[in-house]
């Protein structure tokens, strides 16, 4: 009895040693649970990598196979299997196949994973699943775990267990000779069609990753429609998701909710909706309609333990109403312009439509928010507008500029506090209307509203944009960047972050970057959906120091594979109509020694100057070398000797307007959204 009272304690201590190890390195310590269950099939998801770009596994249904492998940062068996898996990789990259580490680890960051990446020399990306929903569903239990998804198989789990039979062990030895290469051979029965013969391979090797939620699990069942999951409803989704709004249903009921669960669940794991898709570790902002993680694990986990409806009312029933005329928020707005009827055809391209309509306002006036009422969202691409000034009329001190706009998604455009958007007495309003056809006829009769001050603010708010009118996307490719700056010539504070591109968009950063190099993240959004566009303002303004870049980066998918494609076979430059492509990306601003009695119209013009060499120059080193000359000003390279005047090697912002270089060399028009 002794000797098994003295090896139970030396086991503990031994237990208790590893569990201290384990936290230190932010792996889980191992734990006594139910047996997990590996997942037959892979449902959708989306997670964001260790780069901040995004990854839709049903995106890659045209995969012959995908690979992915349980990963921790820190782990010496994480590490040697990640960097076994990666030789793998090489081998069968060429047949298609895809491979990709995931973290499930609680508290394990994405600049960790990032650190560990470059550590490592894997280039395989690391997927951040950092509310376990991707890891619970597949049955994840351990680092080191690889599942061989066929996607041509509904996505079913064709192989789980470790890389070959060195890391099935308990204490793996990357350095043997392999005997049984499990995920070769059954990656080469996938690409081959037939059955894999040890689809399942249990693995000795590993470190444990903590699954807190998995221990409640019994408890799902007991999640409350009326006291948890309505009330989520009610925050995050009602507001389209009503009579009358611009959700496909309405959610006005327990029945309608349970009848659509399966559909809501894929929605929220493919990070879908609720259409909100700023980076969460990036910026802080007013407009935040995301899921909280919480919220978001109570509705996944209630839908997956079959949305009981439980006990208590129904609160969206009881609740139900009407999507208000105008936003709720703002009520019926103080002057409201009705634009021209027009009538869109059910087919063909419809050249962009100016409409010009009386300025309703007689005195000098100034806009606090504007909302855009589409008569039809369904050909109604956008709405761009300006002041166009009488010329008969004394030239204002303050200039008018844009009086509102509107995108697929958009709401109604509130002016930040202190500050207000001036519209000159007389002239006209004009109204920029690109429609789309839909295959059937329609009359769009478009309402804009106007929200005004009653004084004049203090602050002036201003809008720019960082854009590539040079821009040229390659026919074919997946992962095409491009690069745009502005440079503030004084110190300003930014309100609003609106990022735009059409069809073929598919991730969008801006950062600024200080004079003495420092660079921050702005914004970032891991996957752009045209059909969702609106505006990101910052719950504080954002101070910009003078010398400052704000830099815009895009990429586009211009592949088969992108569904939304119009046409991959083409390259893509810069174009209005939505079958072409746009780089765009419009902050609006104050400058921080502007007010409404000390107008700084220079400050606009300096700014204005460095847009075209930010357009040009895509590593941002103030310079336009002859490589950098793309798209429709690739003829230049004929002239650069000759424009480079001091013989340095690149075109400086000086040497480019001297040549006569500007966005009217590559654009025929101009507009601001």
């Not at 602050?459 to 720019?464: E, N």
């Not at 200080?514 to 566009?533: H, R, V």
């Not at 119209?601 to 120059?617: C, E, H, R, V």
């Not at 001297?658 to 009217?664: D, E, I, K, L």
Request: hydrophobic share 40%; proline share 6%.
């Amino acid at each position: 009895m002794r000797k098994r009272l003295m090896a139970s304690a030396v086991a503990a201590a031994v237990l208790s040693a590893a569990g201290v190890a384990a936290l230190q390195s932010g792996i889980a310590a191992p734990t006594m649970s139910a047996p997990v269950t590996v997942a037959a099939r892979a449902d959708n998801f989306q997670l964001t990598d260790h780069t901040r770009l995004a990854h839709e596994l049903y995106y890659f249904k045209y995969a012959p196979a995908i690979v992915i492998m349980s990963q921790s940062n820190g782990s010496k068996m994480s590490r040697e299997a990640a960097v076994e898996l990666e030789k793998t990789a090489a081998a069968y990259r060429s047949k298609g196949v895809l491979f990709y580490l995931m973290n499930s680890n609680l508290g394990q960051t994405r600049e960790q994973a990032a650190a560990e990446a470059e550590r490592l020399k894997v280039s395989m990306p690391i997927l951040m699943d950092e509310l376990q929903l991707v890891g619970e569903s597949l049955g994840v239990q351990k680092d080191g775990e690889i599942f061989v998804i066929n996607p041509q198989k509904n996505f079913e789990i064709a192989y789980h267990g470790p890389l070959d039979d060195r890391f099935a062990k308990a204490s793996p030895n990357a350095k043997a000779s392999v005997k049984e290469a499990y995920v070769a051979r059954a990656l080469d029965s996938v690409l081959a069609g037939q059955p894999v013969a040890k689809a399942r391979v249990e693995s000795r090797g590993g470190s444990a990753i903590a699954f807190p939620e998995r221990a409640r699990s019994a408890q799902f069942a007991n999640i409350s429609y009326s006291e948890d999951v309505a009330p989520i409803l009610q925050e995050k989704c009602v507001s389209c998701h009503q009579k009358g709004g611009i959700g496909p249903f309405a959610m006005n009921s327990y029945e309608v909710i349970k009848g659509f669960a399966p559909m809501i669940r894929e929605s929220v794991r493919a990070e879908r909706m609720p259409p909100y898709f700023a980076d969460p570790h990036i910026g802080k902002f007013q407009n935040d309609q995301a899921l909280t993680p919480t919220q978001t694990k109570t509705l996944i986990h209630w839908i997956e333990a079959g949305a009981p409806r439980g006990t208590g009312p129904d609160v969206l029933k009881e609740q139900a109403g009407e999507a208000p005329e105008w936003p709720a928020h703002l009520g019926k707005p103080d002057v409201i312009v009705d634009l021209p009827a027009f009538d869109v055809p059910a087919t063909g391209i419809v050249e962009y439509q100016n409409q010009k309509v009386d300025n309703p306002f007689k005195e000098d006036t100034w806009l606090r928010a504007i909302s855009i009422k589409p008569g039809d969202r369904s050909v109604l691409h956008h709405v761009v507008s300006n002041h166009v000034p009488d010329p008969k009329l004394p030239r204002a001190k303050i200039p008018g500029g844009s009086v509102g706009s509107y995108t697929p998604g958009a709401e109604a455009q509130v002016i930040a506090k202190g500050a207000g958007a001036p519209v000159p007495a007389g002239g006209k309003l004009n109204f920029q209307m690109h429609y789309t056809t839909t295959g059937k006829a329609s009359t769009d009769r478009t309402q804009v509203g106007f929200y005004t001050l009653k004084t004049a603010p203090e602050y002036i708010k201003r809008s720019t944009v960082i854009g590539d009118f040079a821009l040229s996307i390659p026919a074919g490719e997946a992962r095409h960047k491009e690069i745009a700056y502005l440079t503030f010539p004084a110190d300003a504070y930014l309100y609003t972050l609106y990022p735009h591109s059409h069809y073929r968009g598919m991730h969008v950063e801006l950062k600024s970057k200080t004079p003495d190099g420092k660079e921050t993240m702005l914004l970032s959004l891991p996957k752009y959906d045209f059909n969702w566009q609106r505006d990101y303002d910052p719950i504080e303004p954002i101070l910009v120091k003078a010398g400052t870049k704000l830099i815009a980066t895009w990429v586009y998918d211009n592949s088969v594979h992108n569904k939304a494609n119009p046409d991959p076979t083409i390259n893509v430059t810069w174009g209005e109509q939505s079958h072409e492509e746009m780089m765009y990306f419009r902050v609006n601003y104050r400058w921080a020694d502007e007010t409404v009695t000390n107008v700084r119209n220079d400050l606009q013009a300096a700014l204005m100057k460095s847009m075209t060499i930010g357009a040009l120059d895509d590593n941002a080193d103030d310079m336009v070398q002859v490589s950098e000359l793309r798209g429709p000003l690739a003829r230049l390279k004929a002239r650069f000797a000759d424009l480079d005047v001091d013989g340095n090697g690149g075109l400086d912002a000086k040497e480019l307007a001297a040549g006569n270089v500007s966005r009217a060399s590559a654009r025929t028009q101009d507009f601001d959204l």
